[in-house]
C-alpha cells in the first residue's frame, strides 16, 4: 500500500478531483468559482493544498454534489483538517459510519452517558462540541454537519431507529435549562415518528450491560452491520463479526430491562417538568 493511502488530505483531494470530472468541470472552471489559480486547484486535489470551508461549499455545489454524498465530503474535509501538517495519518472512521448510517435500513443506538447525536438539537449539540474544547467556528461546524446527517430522518423510506437511553442522560445539564428543555422536547417529537422506538432504562434498574460505554449499530441490506464504538480516547468503527454479535446482545440485554413505550413517555415527561422548574 502507499504510504499516503491513509493520507485524508489526498483522500479528500481524490474526492473533489471525482466530482469535478464526473460534473465535467476543468480546473480553472473550478478555480475561477473559488478564487485561485489552475495551479491551485491541482495542489488542492493532489492533497497539498488545504481549503477553507466555504471554498468547499462552494466547490461541492459547483459540481452539483448534494445529500449523502455532500456529508460524507465535508466529513473528510474535518478530518483532512485535523490532520494539518503532522505526519501520524488520522483514524478516518468517522466517514465509514456516516456512510453506513445514511444507509441503514434499521438504526441502533444505546448512550448511558449523553443523548445521541441522531436526536441532539443544534444547542445541545454546540456545547457538547465547545465542552471538548473546539473554537466557535469548529463547533458550528461541527454542528452543521451533525445536523445534516439526521436528514435521514425526512427520508421517503426512513430506517427504523431503536434508542436506548439511561434515565440520567435526561437530567445530564448541557447547556442551561433551556437547551435541556428544547433537548427532551426534540427527543418527544421524534420518538413519535412512525419507526421510532425510544426506550429508557430507569435510575432504579441500577447497574447495568451497556455501561461500559455507548454504541451504535447500522444495518444495511447486503452487507455486514457496521458497529461504532465511543470512548474518551477515540472512536472505533468496524464491521467484524464477533465484535458487533456481542455489541447487538448487550444492545438487547439492555433493552430488556428498558422501560415499555408508555413508561417511557412517563419519565422523559417528568424530566421535562424538572427542567421547567428550573
Not at 473550478?30 to 470551508?53: K, N, P, Q, W, Y
Not at 488520522?90 to 447525536?117: C, N, Q
Amino acid at each position: 500500500m502507499d504510504a499516503h493511502d491513509d493520507d485524508p488530505r489526498r483522500l479528500l483531494g481524490s474526492l473533489l478531483r471525482q466530482a469535478r470530472m464526473a460534473a465535467g468541470l476543468t480546473q480553472d472552471a473550478v478555480g475561477h468559482v473559488i478564487g485561485v489559480e489552475r495551479s491551485g486547484v491541482t495542489r488542492m486535489e493532489a492533497g497539498d493544498r488545504s481549503l477553507t470551508l466555504a471554498a468547499l461549499g462552494a466547490w461541492l455545489d459547483r459540481c452539483g454534489v448534494s445529500g449523502l454524498a455532500e456529508s460524507g465530503v465535508r466529513a473528510m474535509w474535518r478530518v483532512a483538517r485535523r490532520h494539518g501538517d503532522g505526519d501520524e495519518p488520522v483514524k478516518i472512521w468517522f466517514v465509514g459510519w456516516v456512510d453506513a448510517e445514511g444507509k441503514a435500513h434499521t438504526l441502533r443506538y444505546w448512550s448511558p452517558l449523553l443523548m445521541p447525536g441522531i436526536v441532539q438539537t443544534p444547542e445541545y449539540a454546540y456545547e457538547l462540541f465547545r465542552a471538548t474544547g473546539r473554537t466557535h467556528e469548529r463547533a458550528t461546524e461541527e454542528v452543521a454537519a451533525r445536523m445534516q446527517r439526521q436528514a435521514i430522518l425526512d427520508r421517503e423510506d426512513p430506517p427504523t431507529i431503536v434508542i436506548g437511553l439511561w434515565e440520567p442522560v435526561l437530567y445530564h445539564q448541557v447547556g442551561s435549562a433551556d437547551v435541556m428543555r428544547q433537548q427532551l422536547a426534540k427527543l418527544v417529537e421524534v420518538s413519535e415518528r412512525p419507526g421510532v422506538l425510544v426506550h429508557v432504562v430507569p435510575s432504579t434498574v441500577g447497574a447495568n450491560a451497556g455501561l461500559g460505554g455507548p454504541v451504535s449499530i447500522a444495518s444495511v441490506t447486503g452487507k455486514p452491520d457496521v458497529l461504532l464504538t465511543s470512548s474518551m480516547l477515540e472512536d472505533v468503527v468496524t464491521a467484524d463479526g464477533a465484535q458487533v454479535r456481542a455489541a447487538s446482545s448487550t444492545f438487547e440485554v439492555v433493552r430488556g430491562v428498558s422501560a415499555n413505550i408508555m413508561d417511557t413517555s412517563r419519565i422523559i415527561s417528568e424530566a421535562i417538568q424538572a427542567w421547567e422548574r428550573r
